[in-house]
């Protein structure tokens, strides 16, 4: 979620849905001290009435009015539907790097080819109806519906019966043992009670006004600048997971721009951001009250790898050997440096995340990887017969054809705006003309879809379970009329796919087989160079500690849970961060 000034970098693992900022609206209040004991209840009708010292006020996901609450729908539902009010059958701790279990009590392979979850007892819905595995069978048998994003699990998945009502027994055709723990920790579970009978259209595409879901939290209202959760007090998690999160109400505010973000927390306002602040360092360093993860360079853990994806379909960039030698061209220091004033970090020429460092394979770094040095980049393109013909400076086709290449990212979107200049300098100071521009998103969806690009960078995979999420992105086939979701470039290669099939069907237990088939998709990767990576994107976080306190940090005795809101990271660690903080004035 990126609105038209590019203040967000966004963490969805399945895709990024961009709504132009249409602010306005009233903004949460200043702090109001700690309040006592006889705060006045909550009007749903005045949003300003939260008592100061029950409110969490977060931002930096919504860009415009919350469009709904369908949990269906992850990549536009309003802020908080998955997470606070809809659950998973687990969590994933990135700490770990394992499942942690949540509406499900267990979950075993019983063979091969079969997976059994014991559901946890005493969990209801927000209408007081029982949680049973007929809502587990319900949920992913819409996934037989082909409009339903998870419809894919339906390739490998052969069968879900509800054994009884506390035990859900699934059936594969083959197990794919890392996509189904993707799975596991990022469906929403609907009550089938609610859901059943709706349409196909109405699954996708329906509002789902007054959600029934078996979360912490539920709806209370919504504006066109907010949506508001209150807490339930019979929340099961309280005594299942020992967890019992003190904000009674939670306010996530529609983002506006980046003043009004960094105004709010300056004025006590706003106790999360996790919008991109290009200023960030300098509230850390002053006397502001405002903290970050790190308390120096990143300041931000790292979520997700900003790429440089080519269009192998057009020429150069169908030949390995000048995708290589662009890769080298690429001063990603600079605009680390520049750009982002050391709020994030330069990627690992593999493109893997720092949380999956075990994976990477230094033999083939070494031998393979790349860094800035235009010297090596004029010498590839040399021994590769790109040549100079005309004098211009520029290396012109094998063929002698001249070579005009546009760099495009979203008009609007300031950061990558600065970092594609940076990159088109650099690339001509080897000898490769390439030029940035700057479309309307919509229609840069349109031509990354199409394949009518040459060259733009994209994050749409953050970290997860798994490599694996990353490969998939980077090397899926077959390759579809209009590419959605990965593979952008539309890069051919049977043997690397067939690795990363390899790769899903590994267990996650074992680690020295996943190594095994990831250092053979990054000896791929770099000798193809299909995708350039240039740098890891902060999970923004800025936080207050003026009305809430215990926030993750790299402290010694703080939390170190994932400090963010953002759509899809709740079971990533976000929700726990809520769950465990404190009031600053009790």
């Known amino acids: 979620m990126r609105n038209r000034a590019r203040y967000l970098v966004p963490l969805i693992v399945a895709g990024v849905v961009a709504a132009g900022c249409t602010g306005g609206g009233s903004t949460p209040p200043a702090s109001q001290g700690s309040g006592s004991a006889s705060a006045p209840a909550a009007n749903p009708a005045n949003p300003n009435s939260l008592p ?18 369908n949990p269906i729908r992850e990549w536009d539902s309003a802020t908080g539907t998955k997470g606070l009010a809809y659950e998973t059958l687990f969590h994933f701790d990135p700490n ?15 063979d091969d080819k079969t997976f059994e979850v014991k559901l946890r007892s005493g969990v209801t819905w927000s209408d007081g109806k029982p949680f049973t595995s007929a809502d587990v069978k319900y949920t992913y048998e819409l996934g037989k519906l082909e409009t339903i994003p998870y419809h894919n699990i339906w390739d490998f998945l052969s069968g879900v019966e509800a054994v009884d009502p506390q035990t859900v027994k699934f059936s594969f055709e083959k197990a794919n043992y890392q996509q189904w723990d993707f799975n596991l920790y990022n469906r929403s579970i609907v009550p089938e009670h609610i859901w059943k009978g709706r349409s196909e259209q109405d699954v996708l595409d329906g509002v789902n ?9 539920k709806y209370m209202s919504h504006d066109q600048d907010r949506v508001i959760w209150v807490k339930r007090d019979d929340w099961w998690g309280k005594t299942a997971l020992k967890m019992d999160p003190k904000p009674k109400y939670i306010v996530d505010i529609v983002n506006s721009s980046n003043e009004v973000a960094m105004g709010l927390l300056l004025q006590k306002g706003l106790d999360l951001s996790n919008n991109f602040l290009p200023g960030a360092a300098n509230l850390v360093k002053g006397n502001f009250g405002i903290t970050t993860f790190y308390p120096e360079p990143p300041y931000m853990l790292s979520a997700n790898t900003a790429w440089l994806v080519l269009n192998t379909t057009k020429k150069p960039m169908n030949d ?10 690429v001063d990603t220091k600079k605009i680390v440096e520049g750009v982002y004033g050391n709020l994030v970090k330069v990627a690992s020429p593999t493109g893997l995340l720092p949380q999956w460092e075990q994976f990477v394979d230094q033999r083939v770094v070494s031998s393979s990887g790349f860094s800035y040095d ?70 840069l969806v349109e031509q990354r879809g199409n394949a009518k690009f040459d060259m733009l960078i994209n994050n749409e995979r953050g970290l997860s379970n798994s490599p694996w999420t990353y490969y998939d992105y980077i090397f899926q086939l077959p390759i579809r009329d209009v590419q959605n979701t ?9 043997q690397a796919w067939d690795l990363v099939r390899e790769l899903d069907q590994v267990k996650p237990e ?49 939390p170190k849970t994932a400090p963010v ?13 809520i769950a465990q903080l404190q009031p600053a004035n009790p």
């Open 374 to 443: 235009p010297a090596k980049a004029k010498k590839l393109l040399a021994d590769a017969g790109y040549r100079d013909r005309d004098g211009d400076g520029m290396v012109e086709n094998k063929d002698g054809s001249k070579i005009n290449l546009q760099l495009i990212v979203p008009s609007g979107w300031t950061d990558w705006m600065e970092s594609i200049r940076v990159i088109a300098a650099s690339a001509k100071e080897a000898g490769i003309n390439v030029t940035p521009e700057f479309p309307d998103f919509n229609a």
């Open 209 to 217: 006004e007054n959600p029934v879901a078996t979360g912490a939290y």
């Open 486 to 494: 990965v593979n952008f470039g539309r890069y051919e290669n049977k």
């Open 510 to 558: 074992d680690v020295e087989g996943m190594k095994a088939v990831t250092s053979k998709l990054q000896k791929i990767t770099l000798e193809e160079m299909p995708i350039i990576p240039l740098w890891y994107n902060g999970l923004w976080s800025q936080v207050s500690s003026s009305v809430w306190k215990n926030w993750p940090s790299s402290a010694p005795n703080a």
């Open 96 to 110: 770990t790097g394992k499942l942690v279990p949540w509406l499900a009590e267990s979950g075993t392979w019983t």
């Open 320 to 329: 390995a050997a000048f995708r290589r030698a662009l890769a080298f061209s």
């Open 52 to 69: 100061r010292n029950e409110t969490l006020y977060m931002s930096g996901t919504q860009w415009g009015p919350p469009a709904n609450f």
């Open 565 to 577: 809101s953002w759509r899809n990271w709740m079971e990533l660690g976000g929700f726990e961060t």
